[in-house]
């Protein structure tokens, strides 16, 4: 206070370029940097935000900005005041950010990254970290796009100053691809996650965690492009590996198990995804208590697998306690809440309690668009879930007119050939059908076969699964002999890639047989029922 007041008096008296004025103003500077950095080590960084701003407004106008002449001491006290306040930004960013506030964490996030730029230039180490972060605010906030294209610009930066094998490029090329998987470019992500594994094969050799990592990521996009049988075969081995190296309870073990538990579900092997699943939550509920995070999400797993078991009651009271956790350490409008809240709505769905499921979805979809708006992926999400409870509740028009909004806002977001779009899609032909609109509907899934056949290749499942649909709307129009035709196919498909033994093949069966009997080939039809 007493070298503002020493400043404002020289300033008057001898005007704002007097050496005596400039030497109290240094003083204002100086004590303004040293009662921020104190808030900073407080971690009271609100407060660390307004003395570093002033000081660096204050800097500013009495020395100039960077590129004019001024002393070494100015020139330090400016650069000292600038560096901490986008420190101060990053670090109130990343508080946000921990506790699920995203959109308040990318604000300050984009502050940091603005002030470093000015302050330190485009390409040193604190601007590209500040760059990171708030590529990581725009992944969570579902600016998928915006966070590939700062990545990208990253990744170019740091290749001009570090070796292809360096970490931090390693790290940003992985994050790169996973922008891409978010984006439905599956084909893209696999390709770089490869290029890494190959990387850290080379330099650091088939057992290092960060190579068994690399392999991890190239297990979970098979997943994603449903190459169920060669993504289960590498995360076999992850899990093994992380067993060997990282021992049981390490966080990457645990996590390769769940993506195998996931694998295994996909396959129909729902005791052995169950089995996996349990051990999992258990590990979890040792390591990092029953209030983690990373807790609640294997509790819904669990919860998933008691489901694909047709154990509805089970899954219902899991759901019921992982959204009980998730509002006591997250409160009701943080994502991972409403997720569980939506998990739970399914399960009042499996139950058959409609109105339940709906009441849920309604207040979970007006949460999102709240918390969120209304183009974030989890709000559409929230839409074409509401569209499904809406059908069985047989209020098929108000599911048509909400599932038509959710896939043009798709669309518009993600691009057509997404994955989520493609899901959205799915469900839009179902309400089609729903409402009589029976040629709309064979229209809609024929644009959505030749797609994921173009994203996805034929044999994947939920190519098949599209095949499978179409083969229902087809009889829905009368056309058996085209029915039979392509349900054959399904059925050959789904044995090859899933095995007799999947429910998913197991229910083709049923339903080709029933088909044989329309065309009248009941010899074949009694053939595959005794089958």
Same mark, same amino acid.
């Given at each position: 206070?007493?070298?503002?007041?020493?400043?404002?008096?020289?300033?008057?008296?001898?005007?704002?370029?007097?050496?005596?004025?400039?030497?109290?103003?240094?003083?204002?500077?100086?004590?303004?940097?040293?009662? %921020?950095?104190?808030?900073?080590?407080?971690?009271?960084?609100?407060?660390?935000?307004?003395?570093?701003?002033?000081?660096?407004?204050?800097?500013?106008?009495?020395?100039?900005?960077?590129?004019? +002449?001024?002393?070494?001491?100015?020139?330090?006290?400016?650069?000292?005041?600038?560096?901490?306040?986008?420190?101060?930004?990053?670090?109130?960013?990343?508080?946000?950010?921990?506790?699920?506030?995203?959109?308040?964490?990318?604000?300050?996030?984009?502050?940091?990254?603005?002030?470093?730029?000015?302050?330190?230039?485009? /390409?040193?180490?604190?601007?590209?970290?500040?760059?990171?972060?708030?590529?990581?605010?725009?992944?969570?906030?579902?600016?998928?796009?915006?966070?590939?294209?700062?990545?990208?610009?990253?990744?170019?930066?740091?290749?001009? #100053?570090?070796?292809?094998?360096?970490?931090?490029?390693?790290?940003?090329?992985?994050?790169?691809?996973?922008?891409?998987?978010?984006?439905?470019?599956?084909?893209?992500?696999?390709?770089? @996650?490869?290029?890494?594994?190959?990387?850290?094969?080379?330099?650091?050799?088939?057992?290092? +965690?960060?190579?068994?990592?690399?392999?991890h990521n190239i297990g979970t996009n098979y997943l994603r492009l449903g190459k169920l049988k060669e993504g289960l075969e590498i995360e076999i081995k992850v899990t093994e590996?992380?067993?060997?190296?990282?021992?049981?309870?390490?966080?990457?073990?645990?996590?390769?198990?769940?993506?195998?538990?996931?694998?295994?579900?996909?396959? %129909? @092997?729902? /005791?052995?995804? &169950?089995?996996?699943?349990?051990?999992?939550?258990?590990?979890?509920?040792?390591?990092?208590? /029953?209030?983690?995070?990373?807790?609640?999400? =294997?509790?819904?797993?669990?919860?998933?697998?008691?489901?694909?078991?047709?154990?509805?009651?089970?899954?219902?009271?899991?759901?019921?306690?992982?959204?009980?956790?998730?509002?006591?350490?997250? *409160?009701?409008?943080?994502?991972?809440?409403?997720?569980?809240?939506?998990? $739970?709505?399914?399960?009042?769905?499996?139950?058959?309690?409609?109105?339940?499921?709906?009441?849920?979805?309604?207040?979970?979809?007006?949460?999102?668009?709240?918390?969120?708006? &209304?183009?974030?992926?989890?709000?559409?999400? =929230?839409?074409?879930? $509401? =569209?499904? !409870?809406? #059908?069985?509740?047989?209020?098929?028009?108000?599911?048509?007119?909400?599932?038509?909004?959710?896939?043009?806002?798709? !669309?518009?977001?993600?691009?057509?050939?997404?994955? #989520?779009?493609?899901?959205?899609?799915?469900?839009?032909?179902?309400?089609?059908?729903?409402? %009589?609109?029976?040629?709309?509907?064979?229209?809609?899934?024929?644009?959505?076969?030749?797609?994921?056949?173009? &994203?996805? *290749?034929?044999?994947? +499942? $939920?190519?098949? #699964?599209?095949?499978? *649909?179409?083969?229902?709307?087809?009889?829905?129009?009368?056309?058996?002999? /085209?029915?039979?035709?392509?349900?054959?196919? &399904?059925?050959?498909?789904?044995?090859?890639?899933? *095995?007799?033994?999947?429910?998913?093949?197991?229910?083709?069966?049923?339903?080709?047989?029933?088909?044989?009997?329309?065309?009248?080939?009941?010899?074949?039809?009694?053939? $595959?029922?005794?089958?």
């Amino acid at each position: 206070v007493e070298f503002q007041q020493a400043w404002a008096i020289s300033k008057n008296q001898l005007g704002e370029n007097d050496p005596k004025t400039k030497e109290n103003a240094a003083w204002v500077v100086a004590t303004l940097n040293i009662k %921020g950095e104190a808030s900073y080590k407080a971690k009271d960084y609100t407060n660390a935000i307004v003395d570093f701003q002033n000081a660096w407004d204050l800097s500013k106008k009495q020395f100039g900005e960077m590129n004019s +002449p001024k002393t070494t001491y100015q020139t330090s006290l400016i650069t000292r005041a600038g560096t901490w306040l986008a420190s101060s930004y990053r670090a109130k960013g990343q508080e946000l950010y921990n506790k699920g506030n995203y959109q308040e964490a990318s604000i300050d996030f984009q502050k940091a990254l603005e002030i470093a730029k000015i302050q330190l230039g485009d /390409e040193d180490p604190k601007t590209l970290l500040n760059a990171a972060w708030l590529a990581s605010a725009y992944h969570e906030i579902g600016q998928y796009r915006d966070a590939l294209n700062l990545n990208q610009s990253i990744l170019e930066t740091r290749s001009r #100053q570090l070796p292809d094998s360096h970490d931090d490029i390693l790290l940003t090329k992985s994050r790169i691809a996973s922008n891409y998987g978010l984006l439905g470019n599956y084909q893209e992500a696999l390709k770089i @996650n490869e290029e890494i594994y190959l990387t850290r094969k080379k330099t650091l050799g088939d057992k290092d +965690p960060k190579t068994i990592q690399a392999l991890h990521n190239i297990g979970t996009n098979y997943l994603r492009l449903g190459k169920l049988k060669e993504g289960l075969e590498i995360e076999i081995k992850v899990t093994e590996l992380n067993k060997e190296i990282l021992g049981i309870k390490n966080k990457s073990t645990i996590n390769s198990m769940a993506v195998l538990a996931t694998l295994n579900d996909k396959l %129909g @092997n729902y /005791e052995k995804s &169950v089995k996996l699943r349990e051990e999992v939550l258990s590990l979890r509920q040792e390591i990092f208590g /029953e209030s983690n995070p990373a807790t609640h999400t =294997a509790m819904g797993d669990l919860a998933q697998s008691y489901t694909s078991l047709g154990r509805y009651a089970d899954a219902l009271l899991l759901n019921e306690k992982t959204l009980k956790l998730r509002l006591e350490t997250l *409160g009701p409008s943080h994502l991972y809440t409403l997720t569980s809240k939506g998990n $739970l709505a399914i399960s009042y769905t499996n139950l058959g309690r409609y109105n339940e499921s709906a009441n849920l979805s309604e207040q979970i979809l007006s949460q999102s668009i709240d918390s969120f708006g &209304v183009t974030h992926p989890f709000t559409l999400n =929230a839409m074409s879930n $509401l =569209a499904a !409870v809406y #059908q069985h509740q047989n209020r098929n028009k108000e599911s048509l007119e909400l599932i038509k909004k959710a896939y043009e806002l798709r !669309v518009e977001t993600l691009g057509a050939k997404h994955n #989520q779009t493609l899901e959205t899609m799915a469900i839009l032909a179902t309400a089609y059908n729903r409402n %009589g609109a029976n040629e709309k509907a064979l229209e809609t899934q024929n644009d959505l076969l030749k797609l994921r056949i173009e &994203v996805l *290749g034929e044999k994947n +499942p $939920l190519t098949i #699964q599209t095949m499978s *649909g179409i083969a229902n709307t087809l009889g829905l129009l009368g056309r058996t002999n /085209e029915q039979l035709e392509l349900r054959k196919k &399904v059925y050959a498909i789904r044995r090859e890639v899933l *095995g007799d033994t999947h429910p998913n093949t197991l229910q083709i069966i049923d339903q080709l047989s029933r088909t044989y009997q329309k065309a009248n080939d009941i010899p074949m039809a009694a053939s $595959l029922s005794s089958a």
